[in-house]
């Protein structure tokens, strides 16, 4: 799920950026990373890019004389958020359709939960509200956060309009698993 990477690259500056010394500020150092990683946003072996949490090091400038830009190679660390096949996750119902629901989970958007996945629950459609019920009670409908398994995961480049982006097979077959009351819901007020 979550994890702390030490990874490396470069960042470019223009010569005129530097200071007097010929130095780069490191909070310049680090601005430029976070929009280099918001670019990037994920990769298939680190996962989602979140932050950066600590720079190692900064070497020697090396001018690049076609841009006239001056890159620097840099060392650092960054959390990130791997979704893997097993792994528990939270997330919350964005959507609903008769054969399943979309979650958000963090960075995540395409997290799938087949209405296959879903035991004792049971599609249910009033009105303009759609729900998935089980004979408890429990209602999987929007808004609502489900604890789920994350039961497979897929990355993809480029998949429509989705870049760079992980797609997750959701699951509820399992101990614990379904809606959750979070603190402060309408649920536990008496």
Not at 4 to 19: M, Q, T
Not at 139 to 168: C, L, M, P, Q, T
Request: charged share 25%.
């Amino acid at each position: 799920m979550f994890r702390e990477l030490e990874l490396r690259g470069r960042v470019g500056f223009p010569i005129n950026s530097l200071d007097g010394n010929g130095l780069v500020a490191h909070s310049s150092v680090v601005t430029s990373l976070l929009k280099e990683l918001l670019l990037v946003k994920s990769t298939k072996d680190h996962g989602y890019f979140l932050a950066i949490t600590k720079l190692k090091s900064i070497g020697n400038g090396e001018i690049e004389e076609e841009s006239s830009d001056i890159f620097f190679p840099v060392a650092f660390f960054c959390r990130t958020f791997l979704p893997v096949k097993g792994d528990v996750m939270l997330g919350v119902v964005h959507k609903i359709y008769k054969r399943g629901v979309f979650l958000r989970c963090g960075p995540m958007k395409f997290v799938y939960l087949s209405a296959t996945k879903m035991p004792n629950f049971h599609y249910i459609r009033r009105k303009t509200q759609e729900v998935f019920m089980n004979d408890d009670l429990l209602r999987i409908e929007n808004g609502v956060v489900i604890r789920f398994v994350v039961f497979a995961v897929s990355w993809r480049k480029k998949h429509w309009d989705a870049e760079r982006e992980f797609f997750v097979l959701a699951s509820l077959e399992g101990d614990c698993l379904g809606p959750v009351s979070l603190p402060g819901s309408d649920e536990l007020d008496s």
